[in-house]
């Protein structure tokens, strides 16, 4: 059995010793802690530059684009994505805001032509998931996560899943995606957006 050097003990001791309280008993993170950290303020530091470059890149492109890599590597692998046949990544753009209608001039009060005060009950997020269904008709949305906005719109990459796909099908921890009652589930508010919608997430009393 090697015998370990008492001087590099001690010199190890001592880095400890003067690391930070909120750092002390913490094992060293791995890659995806470090792109999990480096996500938490994206307007700061060095992805604040690259942010920029992303969404003028992001204008001139279309509402869907199918990446090869999901941007976020951390966030799309917590969520279900895997580098295998059958899973791909779509980057979908929603334009911001409440909807708002056109005004009205005639025909009716002020307070009756609907324009404040009235908001989509879906988020954004759902949005951008049920459009990208549409657009891929073969796929069922498996979740999705925000990677980017700007003034005028919200950029979301959605995870696809390939439901006739045999490497899903023999796959046991997806193939529940396989079966009947899961087809076309983002319509259904089945998503982690949908439930989030329809209260499902709230512990509160009425949100049964």
């Known amino acids: 059995m090697k015998s370990v050097n008492p001087q590099t003990v001690q ?4 880095q400890v010793m003067q690391m ?8 060293p993170k791995n890659m995806y802690g470090h792109i999990k950290e480096t996500w938490k303020n994206p307007s700061k530091g060095d992805m604040k530059q690259l942010q920029w470059e992303r969404k003028i890149e992001y204008r001139s492109e279309n509402s869907f684009v199918r990446m090869e890599y999901p941007t976020r590597l951390d966030r799309a692998r917590s969520l ?11 980057r979908a753009r929603v334009r911001r805001g409440s909807f708002r209608k056109h005004r009205i001039n005639k025909g009716r009060r002020a307070k009756r032509k609907g324009e404040k005060k009235i908001t989509v009950a879906k988020s954004l997020r759902q949005i951008a998931e049920e459009r ?3 657009h891929y008709p073969n796929m069922e949305v498996l979740n999705s996560y925000w990677v980017a906005q700007d003034g005028r ?3 979301y990459e959605v995870i696809l899943v390939d439901p006739h796909h045999p490497v899903i099908k023999s796959d046991p921890k997806i193939n529940w995606i396989c079966k009947k009652q899961h087809t076309s589930r983002v319509n259904r ?11 499902l997430r709230a512990r509160d009393k009425g949100k049964h």
């Open 132 to 134: 990208t269904a549409r």
């Open 80 to 90: 279900g994505y895997k580098a295998k046949q059958g899973y791909i990544i779509v």
């Open 153 to 155: 719109h919200k950029y």
């Open 189 to 199: 508010g089945l998503t982690s957006a949908g439930k989030k919608s329809r209260g």
């Open 11 to 14: 010199r190890t001791r001592e």
């Open 20 to 27: 930070p309280e909120e750092e002390k008993g913490q094992s």
